[in-house]
C-alpha cells in the first residue's frame, strides 16, 4: 500500500514514496486449531511432566542427589512458573525406597536436669519406648507398696526396729539407774511444745534445781562443798547423757541405713527385672546407659512409691487446700518426632517460618505458687527436626522478616546441628537454664525466593554461598513448538479434571496458547506462568457455563480476557476519557513542527496500558545545549537522561563535525505531572528537535516509541502491543482516517501479539505499523521529506532534512558569532567616545 504525503513549504516531497509496513501475519501469531490432533481435552491424557524447566529441573535433582555439606537449594523465578509444583514431584521421585529417619526423644538427666539427654530410636519406636517407661512406672507404684505390706518383708522391718528400740531402752535405763544411785533424777522439761530430759539433785525425796541448792547454801543448810560435789556430778551425768543422745542417732542412722538396704533388698529385684525386659525390647548403649539412670534413681527413692497417708481435712468447710501429688514426669519420655507413619524421607513445607516454627521452642508454665518453670517435658520440636533425614521447604522472605530465623538457619546448616532454645527475643521471660543436648540433623532445606533476593544475599552476606550452592532459576517463558503446545493442552486437561471444569475444544485451546504467548512477550515463546493460565481457565469456564456450551469454545476465553481486563482497566478509561475530553490534549490527524506523539506505558501491578503523550521540542540560538525539562523539574528517571545525553551525543556526530553544535534547545513531555523513566522516548525525542530545526512539520496521526543509540540506529522497547493498542484506542475514540498508525522498532516485530481488533483494522487498511531500522527513516515516515545522504563535499543533499537542520545549526553558529562579535566592536566604539569626550574636556 502506499502513502501520499503533501507539499510542504520547505524541502522536497517523496511523492509516491512507498514506506514498509508489517505485514498483518506478523501481527499476531495465530494458533491454527486445525492442527490440534483432538476434538476436545477430554481426548487426550492430562499432564504429569514439569513443563518448560529443563534448567530447573536438573539444578534441583543435582542439589536433591549430592548430600554433602552446603548443597541446599535455593529455587529463584517469578510467582506461578511452577516452583513449588516442580519441587513436589521432584520429592515425590526421591521418596521412594528412601530410608525413614529415627524417632527423636529427650529423657531426664539425672546427673544434671538442667541438661536432658537425646535418644534416637528406630522409626515408630520413640512412642512404644514412652508406653514403655509409662507401663514401668505404673507398675512399680502398685508393687513396689504391696512389696512393703509383705509379712516376711514386715517381719524383718518389725525386728530391726525392734532390736534399735531395745538397744535404745536399755542405754537409758542403765543411765536412769546410775542417776538415782547418785541421788538425781531425769525431770522431763517442758520448753513449749517439746520437752526435753534434765538432770536434777534430790533433796529430802524431791528433785531440786542449783537455785534452790545455793539458797540453802546461804542459809546455812547445806555445806559449800557439798554444793560444789552436786555440780560436778550433774555436769558429768549430763555429758553422759549428751554421749547416749550421740549414740541414740548413731543408731538412728544405722537402722535407717539398714531399713533402706532392706527395701533394696526387697524391692530392687523387682525394678530390675522390669527395667530388663525394657533393655531387651531397646537396644543401643545411650539407652541402657538412661535405663540404669533411671534403675538407680528409682531404688534411691523408694519412698515416693510408698502409699501416701490420707490428707487431713480442711479446718475451713469449703476450702480444699491443694493436695501435692507426685507425677513421676522425671522418669517420663517427651517423643520430639515420630515417625512411626512417615513412608519415607519427610518432606515438611514449612508456610510460616519463623524461630518457634522452624527451631523449636522450650515452653514455660506456671506452677501453683505463679512462678514460671520448665522442664525437658516442655522441649518441642520446629520443623527442622521433622524434616530431619529428609527435607525442608520455605520461603525465604518470610524467613528473612522474621527474627533470630537467618543467623539460626545459617548456624545449623554449618554445624549440622539444632540446638533448641528458649525463645524469647525481648529477655522478658528467660527464666529457663536449661541446655538440651544438641541434636545432629540433615536435612536438605529448599528456599523459594526471588532472583534479586538471591543476589542480595550472595553479594552481601558470606555464609549464603556456602551453605546454598545450588541455584535453580525458573525460567517464566519457555521455546514455543509443536510439543510444548501439545504440553499445554494436557495441563489444560489436567487442570479441568482437578478442578472439574468442561472440556476445552480446539478453538479454545488456541485461543489459551494464543494468551500464553502474549503474556511471554515473544511470538516464539510461549509463559511459563501456569497460575495466571489456570485463572484463565477457570474463568473461560464460567463464561461457557453461562454461556450454556458443554464445551468452552475460543469466544468463552476471549470473553474471559476481556472481562479480566475490564475488572481492573478503570484508570485507563479515565485517562482514555481525559482525552476525549480534551483535558489531555493530543492530536490524532494534521501536521506540526516540534511536537510528536510519543508512546507511554502505565503499569499498575496488576495492569499495564500504552497511551500516547504529546513531546515538544523548541530551538533557539544561544549555548545552553538540549534541556530535558523533566530533569529540571526533577521528574525524570536516569534511563530517561540516559536517553537525552545519548540523542545530544547523535546530534553531535551527525552534525557538528565542521561547526560547534551552538544552540539552545528544550524537550518537554507535555502534561505530565509525575516521573518519566525509560529510554523508548529518545527517538520520539529526536523526531521532536529535527522538526524544529529544520521547521518541518511532523504527522500527528503516527505515534512514535523506540529507542536510539549515538549512531541513530532504532533498539527495541518493552510494551510494544500495549503502546499500540493504546494510540488505536485514541484514534478509534476520535475516528479512524485510514492514515493514523504507530512507528516501531524494526526489532520489534518479533514481539507482536495485538489484539484481534487492531489486527482486523489493520487488515482493513485504518490503521498502520511502520518498522523502523534507523533515525533517518523515521524521519522520512513523519515529515515526508527525505532524510538525505551525506555527500563527498561533507555537506547534505540540498533540500533533504539533514540539510535543512544542518544550514540552520551552521545560521545558529554564524549568528551567535555575529552577536557576541558585534557585541565587541560596539564596547570598543563607545570606549573611543568616552575617551575623545574626555579629551576635550580637558
Known amino acids: 500500500m502506499k502513502q501520499f504525503i503533501p507539499v510542504t513549504e520547505k524541502g522536497e516531497i517523496m511523492a509516491d514514496k512507498v514506506f514498509e509496513k508489517v505485514p498483518v501475519e506478523q ?60 519441587i513436589k514431584c521432584l520429592l515425590e521421585e526421591m521418596e521412594a525406597g528412601g530410608k525413614i529417619p529415627n524417632d527423636l526423644c529427650y529423657v531426664n538427666n539425672f546427673k544434671n536436669p538442667d541438661m536432658p539427654h537425646m535418644l534416637s530410636l528406630p522409626p515408630g519406636q520413640g512412642n512404644a519406648f514412652k508406653k514403655e517407661m509409662e507401663t514401668l512406672i505404673e507398675t512399680l507404684k502398685k508393687k513396689i507398696p504391696l512389696m512393703f505390706e509383705n509379712e516376711t518383708y514386715l517381719e524383718k522391718k518389725k525386728e530391726l526396729v525392734e532390736r534399735y528400740r531395745n538397744k535404745q531402752a536399755e542405754l537409758f535405763r542403765e543411765f536412769e539407774k546410775k542417776v538415782n544411785k547418785a541421788n538425781f533424777a531425769l525431770v522431763q522439761i517442758q520448753m513449749g511444745p517439746y520437752s526435753r530430759p534434765g538432770i536434777f539433785p534430790v533433796m529430802e525425796g524431791n528433785p531440786v534445781n542449783l537455785e534452790q541448792l545455793e539458797a540453802m547454801v546461804e542459809e546455812g543448810k547445806l ?322 457455563i453461562k454461556d450454556g456450551s458443554e464445551v468452552v469454545k475460543e469466544r468463552h476465553v476471549d470473553l474471559a480476557i476481556e472481562k479480566k481486563v475490564h475488572r481492573v482497566n478503570l484508570i485507563e478509561e479515565k485517562v482514555q476519557e481525559m482525552i476525549d475530553d480534551g483535558t489531555i490534549l493530543i492530536d490524532s490527524d494534521g501536521m506540526v513542527v516540534g511536537q510528536v506523539n510519543g508512546l507511554s506505558i502505565y503499569n499498575l501491578g496488576d495492569y499495564m496500558f500504552g497511551k500516547p503523550s504529546r513531546i515538544t521540542a523548541k530551538t533557539s540560538m544561544g549555548k545552553a545545549g538540549i534541556i530535558n525539562i523533566e530533569r529540571e523539574a526533577e521528574l525524570s528517571g536516569p534511563t530517561h537522561n540516559k536517553g537525552v545525553y545519548i540523542l545530544a551525543g547523535y546530534l553531535r556526530g551527525k552534525y557538528a563535525q565542521d561547526k560547534p553544535l551552538t544552540m539552545s534547545a528544550s524537550i518537554c513531555f507535555e502534561q505530565s505531572y509525575s516521573g518519566v523513566d525509560g529510554d523508548s522516548a529518545s527517538s520520539t525525542e529526536i523526531y521532536a528537535l529535527l522538526s524544529s530545526l529544520s521547521g518541518l512539520p511532523l504527522r500527528q496521526d503516527i505515534a512514535v516509541t523506540g529507542s536510539v543509540n549515538q549512531k541513530g540506529e532504532i533498539q527495541p522497547i518493552g510494551g510494544v502491543n500495549e503502546k499500540i493498542e493504546g494510540f488505536f484506542d485514541v484514534c478509534k475514540a476520535k475516528g479512524l482516517t485510514g492514515r493514523q498508525g504507530v512507528m516501531i522498532p524494526s526489532l520489534n516485530v518479533g514481539d507482536l501479539m495485538l489484539r484481534k481488533d487492531v489486527v482486523a483494522a489493520v487488515k482493513e487498511g485504518k490503521f498502520h505499523i511502520y518498522p523502523v531500522k534507523t533515525i533517518d527513516q523515521g524521519i522520512e515516515i513523519l515529515t515526508g521529506v527525505e532524510a538525505g545522504e551525506r555527500l563527498e563535499d561533507g555537506r547534505f543533499k540540498e533540500g533533504t532534512v539533514n540539510d535543512l537542520v544542518d544550514k540552520k545549526l551552521r545560521e545558529l553558529g554564524m549568528k551567535i558569532r555575529e552577536f557576541e562579535g558585534g557585541g565587541e566592536e560596539a564596547g570598543k566604539e563607545e570606549k573611543k567616545k568616552k575617551k575623545g569626550k574626555a579629551t576635550c574636556d580637558g
Open 27 to 86: 501481527l499476531r501469531w495465530r494458533c491454527d486449531p486445525g492442527v490440534l490432533p483432538f476434538e476436545t481435552t477430554a481426548d487426550i491424557h492430562p499432564c504429569e511432566e514439569i513443563i518448560g524447566q529443563d534448567r530447573a529441573l536438573e539444578a534441583i535433582r543435582v542439589g536433591l542427589n549430592i548430600h554433602s555439606v552446603g548443597y541446599n537449594i535455593f529455587v529463584t523465578g517469578l510467582a506461578g512458573t511452577g516452583r513449588f509444583t516442580t
Open 223 to 544: 555445806p559449800k562443798e557439798d554444793l560444789e560435789k552436786i555440780r560436778a556430778k550433774q555436769s558429768e551425768l549430763v555429758n553422759e547423757l549428751e554421749n547416749i543422745f550421740k549414740q541414740t542417732r548413731k543408731s538412728e542412722k544405722d537402722i535407717k541405713e539398714e531399713l533402706a538396704s532392706l527395701d533394696y533388698e526387697v524391692i530392687s529385684p523387682v525394678v530390675r527385672d522390669s527395667i530388663s525386659d525394657i533393655k531387651e525390647k531397646f537396644g543401643g548403649e545411650k539407652i541402657h546407659r538412661y535405663l540404669d539412670e533411671v534403675q538407680e534413681d528409682i531404688l534411691a527413692n523408694l519412698n515416693r512409691f510408698r502409699e501416701k497417708e490420707e490428707i487431713a481435712p480442711s479446718p475451713l468447710p469449703g476450702l480444699i487446700p491443694p493436695q501435692p501429688m507426685d507425677s513421676f514426669s522425671e522418669y517420663q519420655v517427651n517423643v520430639l518426632v515420630d515417625n512411626s507413619e512417615t513412608k519415607g524421607p519427610p518432606v515438611v513445607v514449612e508456610t510460616t517460618p519463623n524461630y518457634r516454627n522452624l527451631f523449636g521452642i522450650i515452653e514455660r508454665v506456671v506452677d501453683r505458687s505463679g512462678i514460671w518453670k520448665t522442664d525437658f517435658l516442655h522441649i518441642k520440636a520446629g520443623s527442622f527436626l521433622r524434616a530431619n533425614g529428609g527435607y525442608l521447604i520455605f520461603n525465604a522472605l518470610d524467613a528473612l522478616v522474621e527474627p533470630w530465623v537467618w543467623a539460626a538457619l545459617k548456624r545449623t546448616l554449618k554445624n549440622q546441628v539444632v540446638e533448641i532454645q528458649t525463645y524469647d527475643p525481648f529477655y522478658i521471660l528467660s527464666t529457663s537454664a536449661l541446655k538440651p543436648e544438641p541434636i545432629e540433623c540433615d536435612v536438605k532445606v529448599i528456599l523459594i525466593g526471588d532472583t534479586y533476593l538471591y543476589h542480595l544475599l550472595y553479594n552481601l552476606d558470606d555464609d549464603f554461598k556456602k551453605i546454598f550452592k545450588i541455584k535453580a532459576d525458573f525460567d517464566s517463558v519457555m521455546n514455543k513448538d509443536s510439543e510444548k503446545i501439545q504440553q499445554y493442552a494436557s495441563f489444560i486437561r489436567k487442570i479441568c479434571d482437578e478442578e472439574k471444569l468442561r472440556p476445552f475444544d480446539r478453538t479454545g485451546v488456541s485461543a489459551v496458547v494464543e494468551y500464553g504467548v502474549r503474556l511471554a512477550g515473544r511470538q516464539k515463546k510461549l509463559s511459563t506462568r501456569f497460575h495466571l493460565i489456570a485463572d484463565l481457565l477457570r474463568e473461560a469456564n464460567y463464561w461457557a
